[in-house]
């Protein structure tokens, strides 16, 4: 049992180490986002939160502060966000989105 733990806290370790080194980073996107949010765009100051396959993405009416954080509170992304449509890549796994008064869980 020892052994998995080591394991599992080796590949751990390696996940964030690659995505402090700035792999991880948001970038614009342009076009109709499909899906339904996870948060309601009237009670979270017209933030829309998705999920789509491995992305993040973020559509916000105004300029935001965001951060992104492992479900064991390791910052994995923080950034100021412009207005319009945003997605951040991550390798799967639950993460916890905090932008102004929101904080949404998003598991990819």
């Known amino acids: 049992m020892r052994k998995y733990i080591v394991i599992l806290t080796l590949v751990f370790s390696l996940a964030i180490s690659s995505m402090a080194s700035g792999k991880v980073q948001w970038r614009q996107v342009s076009g109709e986002i499909q899906g339904r949010s996870l948060t309601d765009a009237r009670t979270s100051d017209g933030v829309e939160i998705y999920q789509r396959s491995g992305v993040i993405i973020i559509k916000t009416q105004h300029i935001i502060q965001v951060k992104v954080f492992t479900i064991l509170g390791q910052l994995v992304s923080q950034a100021t966000l412009q207005p319009g449509a945003s997605e ?19 598991a990819i």
């Open 88 to 106: 951040l890549r991550l390798n799967r796994g639950i993460y916890l989105v905090k932008t102004g008064n929101i904080t949404q869980k998003v």
